[in-house]
């Protein structure tokens, strides 16, 4: 899941670079999501499930906050290009 994101993310940099300069800018702003979602994991410190393999806190998850952060950043950057 990881590698498709890594793969999806670093393909539209590439298959933009000539147009604009939003592909590296979401990628940047997705690096300070997963910065922010680190430092709320601590603030929160919520346990995860009994049982889990991980021994971090669980929540907020950083892998949600990136993913719906590139998500939003990409549609909200395609609509507008559409629009305009």
């Given amino acids: ?23 590296p800018l979401i990628v940047i702003g997705a690096i300070g999501a997963t910065v922010l979602a680190s430092g709320m994991k601590r603030t929160v410190n919520q346990k995860r499930p009994a049982g889990s393999t991980f021994s971090d806190p669980g929540m907020p998850s950083s892998h949600a906050l990136t993913s719906m952060f590139l998500a939003t950043a990409w549609a909200v950057h395609v609509g507008i290009n559409v629009l305009t």
Wanted: glycine share 8%; no cysteine; proline share 0%.
């Fill in 1 to 23: 899941s990881k590698w498709l994101v890594t793969f999806a993310q670093t393909g539209a940099v590439v298959a933009r670079r000539h147009v604009d300069l939003a592909g």
